[in-house]
């Protein structure tokens, strides 16, 4: 039987350099048996070489659209909007599964072409949960970019937003450079912020209270929520009461607002910074309804309109935040995939897999026909 072959595509998005295979996963799954194309790429955190020495074969970027059908494609985020039909198996976060903004162009394209999307974010095992996830460093990235966004905001003019940002070569480069903005933002409030991170115990928020605990918020100015304190609904109080609110909450349906405009009209108000993890900006399940618009590393944050009173309220809706540790968040997320990854070569029998596959043909089913005659 010819071995399974692996094509690890490209990135496309704008500045993620993230990878969903690593050269560790890839010298492993080679050991395995499986051979793994690795397409060159200029935004990836690891150099083609480190792929090219643990045995994967390099072949040029964007070059899996036309490789045999029965190849694998692994990728992670959204592929570019185009409208060709998708041939083959795909490994990859779609963000199509929520009723986002276009999902059913972005899924036909499956059915129309007798591809199938195996979506990371849906890859769960026997219990339900996530066999890999980026929500520790997201959760972590999110909250230490508030902290920088809430410092600015205290030293610069409601003109000045706040700049863009790259990725940093390692956790410890971050948090060096939080540490000064909150020493600064400190200094020009006379205190240190205080943070609501709901979702505080999931992977997600757990990384936006070590970020906080790491940049030397004070242990009694984090206040962290769960199901349990958010089980009254929404919205809540002690959001505006804080300066600094981090939604760490992945949901795949709809709960009572934590926030929404009118909860923000308040004389008092403290709250100036949102950052919304989960960054479902166009999900109708989402509890921050507050924004519309998606921001990006080049453009980080996206200011609330309409407030009467109270400081100007800055929102960071990144999706991709892990990308500002794209090294570390690489590691951790890939060799979490790797056991699943390792029974790719018969992932029809594989019950992770297969679990992916009933939910994608569910999905399916509920496309229009408008969307699968294009």
């Known amino acids: 039987m010819a071995p399974t072959v692996l094509h690890l595509r490209s990135e496309t998005k704008p500045l993620e350099h993230r990878s969903a295979l690593t050269p560790t996963t890839t010298a492993a799954l080679i050991k395995a048996g499986y051979v793994v ?8 955190i690891f150099d083609d070489s480190e792929f090219e020495a643990v045995g994967a074969t390099l072949v040029p970027e964007g ?14 985020k959204e592929l570019e909007e185009k409208e060709f ?7 990859q976060f779609a963000h199509c599964y929520k009723h986002q903004a276009g999902w059913e162009n972005v899924l036909a394209r499956f059915p129309r072409g007798g591809g199938t999307l195996l979506d990371l974010e849906f890859l769960v095992d026997e219990r339900g949960r996530r066999v890999a996830a980026f929500g520790f460093h997201a959760g972590f990235a999110g909250a230490a970019l508030a902290l920088e966004v809430w410092a600015h905001q205290l030293t610069h003019p409601p003109s000045s937003p706040f700049p863009g940002v790259a990725s940093y070569p390692n956790e410890d480069a971050l948090i060096t450079n ?24 999931g992977r997600c928020g757990s990384g936006a209270v070590d970020a906080l605990r790491k940049a030397g ?6 206040l962290k929520w769960d ?3 958010t089980a009254k609904g929404g919205p809540f109080k002690e959001i505006t009461d804080s300066d600094i609110f981090v939604n760490c909450i992945y949901l795949t349906s709809k709960i009572p607002n934590f ?9 008092d108000r403290k709250l100036s910074v949102v950052c919304d993890v989960s960054a479902d900006t166009t999900s109708p399940f989402t509890p921050v309804p507050i924004y519309t618009v998606a921001t990006t590393f080049d453009k980080p944050t996206v200011p609330v309109e309409g407030l009467s009173s109270g400081p100007a309220l800055s929102v960071i809706s990144i999706d991709h935040l892990p990308s500002l540790l794209p090294r570390e968040a690489s590691e951790a997320f890939s060799h979490d995939l790797l056991p699943s990854l390792l029974t790719l070569n018969d992932w029809q ?25 294009k």
Not at 217 to 222: A, D, K, L
């Open 37 to 44: 194309n690795v397409e060159r790429s200029p935004e990836r």
């Open 63 to 76: 070059s899996w659209e036309e490789v045999p059908k029965e190849h694998i494609i692994v990728g992670l």
């Open 85 to 91: 039909p998708l041939k083959h198996v795909h490994v």
């Open 178 to 201: 939080v540490k000064k903005a909150l020493a600064t933002g400190t200094a020009a409030a006379g205190r240190s912020p205080r943070v609501i991170v709901i979702g505080a115990l």
């Open 217 to 222: 918020v004070p242990e009694e100015n984090i």
């Open 227 to 229: 199901m349990a304190e």
């Open 259 to 267: 926030v929404n405009l009118d909860s923000l009209q308040v004389p």
């Open 349 to 373: 029998n594989s019950p992770v897999w297969a679990r992916a596959k009933k939910l994608f043909d569910e999905k399916v089913a509920t496309l229009p026909a408008s969307a699968l005659e």
